[in-house]
T-cell receptor, first 116, second 114 residues
Framework: GAVVSQHPSWVICKSGTSVKIECRSL??????MFWYRQFPKQSLMLMAT?????????EQGVEKDKFLINHASLTLSTLTVTSAHPEDSSFYICSAPAGSPNTEAFFGQGTRLTVV | AQSVTQPDIHITVSEGASLELRCNYSYGATPYLFWYVQSPGQGLQLLLK??????LVQGIKGFEAEFKRSQSSFNLRKPSVHWSDAAEYFC????????????FGGGTRVLVKP
């Protein structure tokens, strides 16, 4: 199956700094990628849809100035958490659709962000 | 708007016993339905999916699920649970043409007793 690689798998940062998370489709091209957030012992909530070559689409309640998404190529989307605060600590997971017609989502391994 | 409900937050089952995880969805069109498994601190692994056709779907690791349109359900089953099946299980619904933008249920944590 298709492989989605997410990096880093975990990161600890100081409050007020920014953190970039990368999501790569390794063996296929993805014009769309999705970013989810998962709080401990909770489900995944869609944050935004990353669109190659255009602006991301954010879900209601997600601050686009805080969670910057860039989809610069057909294999890479990045999520930057700006001015991170402890409440941003979470598990962030990306996914990319593959197959025909994009009938399956392949997930990265996730990034555990801890803001101290 | 679509939604997915997994009524059971936790389920404890003995190794070798059968397992059934419930999933109910609300969706205005023909749903694409998925079951994913997540081990602690890990990403998601697809167990199985339903798009159309046979309503009984076979997946990996001995799992199967049955789509029942009349009940808006997509329950996951396994005849005999192994200790390695202890994990969090998520049911999700997506839309055709939406590139797999998924709505997830709250998840069910499965504990396996020896």
């Amino acid at each position: 199956g298709a492989v989605v690689s997410q990096h880093p798998s975990w990161v600890i940062c100081k409050s007020g700094t920014s953190v970039k998370i990368e999501c790569r489709s390794l063996d296929f091209q993805a014009t769309t990628m999705f970013w989810y957030r998962q709080f401990p012992k909770q489900s995944l909530m869609l944050m935004a849809t990353s669109n190659e070559g255009s602006k991301a689409t954010y879900e209601q309640g997600v601050e686009k100035d805080k969670f910057l998404i860039n989809h610069a190529s057909l294999t890479l989307s990045t999520l930057t958490v700006t001015s991170a605060h402890p409440e941003d600590s979470s598990f962030y997971i990306c996914s990319a659709p593959a197959g025909s017609p994009n009938t399956e989502a392949f997930f990265g391994q996730g990034t555990r962000l801890t803001v101290v | 708007a679509q939604s997915v409900t997994q009524p059971d937050i936790h389920i404890t089952v003995s190794e070798g016993a059968s397992l059934e995880l419930r999933c109910n969805y609300s969706y205005g069109a023909t749903p694409y339905l998925f079951w994913y498994v997540q081990s602690p601190g890990q990403g998601l692994q697809l167990l199985l999916k339903y798009f159309s056709g046979d309503t009984l779907v076979q997946g990996i690791k001995g799992f199967e699920a049955e789509f029942k349109r009349s009940q808006s359900s997509f329950n996951l089953r396994k005849p005999s649970v192994h200790w390695s099946d202890a994990a969090e299980y998520f049911c999700a619904v997506g839309a055709l043409g939406a590139g797999n933008k998924l709505t997830f249920g709250g998840g069910t944590r499965v504990l396996v007793k020896p």
